[in-house]
């Protein structure tokens, strides 16, 4: 005979730490009502309900237009942990999106995150970074970033934050120093950068050398870069085991050798022997630095008179299976033999 039991268990598909969906066009607003609310608990749901609606950005761009962006920024200096850990985490998937990025420009999110660089929970910040990396990547999130003043606050943290999330500065800074470097050349980027190249961690030597790219395409760049003498450490990462290091360090020099003192100062540390090694590396990218490092070199006559004995290898180059490689090739050869 049947028994009629209720079971003490919740259905198999229920999660009891997310808020209950509502039906259709409801779900947004509802979540953002409930994110509003004076009980703890519920904000908590809310959040976690609203973290996996936000990978779609059909909901993202809803969940803008009803004003959730203001709610998630009140969340941000809420006292409960979570709260604050999950609110950086929805507002990061967010900055995933074209449409969440353009939301944080209109509604003053990157100025309602900065107060959160100093917070005492590591996820905080990492997911905090990761929305400023994201939304870096869109160059008028870059120049957001910038003119929010937020640039020595950046720099600074490189010297104290934890790696994983100084690798996330890197990527932002590398970004935001293409749109605007001058405020970071005033509050010692370079400096900081040369501690990192020479970090045991390969992800941060190669991103800090990205960064000193972009620094060292103004001249006053070019000149701190020689003036804190880096460029004979660039040369030595043109060695490192890690292809990425020596490809961006590659990168670097061939942006500071478009100066003199920045030709001599690498012919003086001999970096034409590892760029010459470098042009056979099976990354394209590396290929393409070291041939146009070796071309800004060959403009000086030290330089070309050591180079025109590799002629043939520049014109084997022009063979290569990268278009941008061949004709950084023709050039260099062009360089070399030119005789005034």
Request: with cysteine; glycine share 4%; proline share 5%.
């Amino acid at each position: 005979m049947a028994h009629t039991q209720i079971s003490k268990y919740l259905p198999p598909d229920i999660n009891p730490t997310q808020a209950a969906i509502a039906y259709g066009c409801r779900a947004l607003p509802k979540l953002n009502e409930e994110l509003q609310s004076e009980d703890l608990l519920t904000r908590q749901k809310a959040l976690m309900a609203l973290y996996d609606l936000m990978h779609d950005p059909e909901h993202v761009y809803t969940a803008i237009r009803i004003g959730c962006l203001e709610s998630l920024k009140d969340l941000l200096m809420d006292t409960n942990d979570l709260v604050r850990i999950k609110t950086t985490e929805v507002l990061y998937i967010m900055a995933t999106h074209n449409v969440g990025r353009d939301g944080f420009l209109e509604h003053d999110v990157i100025y309602a995150l900065s107060f959160l660089l100093s917070d005492p929970q590591s996820a905080c910040r990492e997911n905090l970074h990761l929305a400023f990396k994201h939304l870096a990547q869109l160059p008028a999130g870059a120049k957001g970033i910038v003119n929010s003043s937020l640039i020595p606050s950046l720099v600074g943290k490189l010297q104290t934050e934890e790696e994983r999330i100084q690798e996330l500065l890197l990527d932002t800074l590398a970004a935001c120093l293409m749109e605007d470097a001058t405020e970071a050349l005033a509050n010692r980027v370079v400096p900081f950068l040369k501690e990192k190249l020479l970090s045991a961690n390969s992800n941060i030597r190669s991103k800090a050398a990205q960064a000193l790219i972009a620094v060292s395409i103004p001249l006053e760049g070019k000149n701190q870069v020689w003036q804190h003498d880096i460029i004979p450490i660039l040369v030595h990462l043109l060695k490192d085991k890690e292809e990425e290091v020596q490809a961006s360090a590659a990168g670097a020099l061939m942006y500071v050798t478009v100066t003199t003192k920045g030709k001599y100062a690498a012919l003086d540390t001999e970096a034409i022997g590892p760029l010459l090694e470098l042009l056979h590396s099976p990354l394209s990218k590396a290929r393409l630095n070291a041939i146009k490092v070796l071309t800004m070199l060959a403009e000086a006559p030290e330089g070309r008179k050591i180079l025109q004995s590799h002629v043939p290898t520049f014109r084997a180059l022009k063979e290569d299976t990268s278009a941008a490689v061949q004709r950084a090739a023709q050039i260099a050869v062009k360089v070399i033999e030119w005789k005034p």
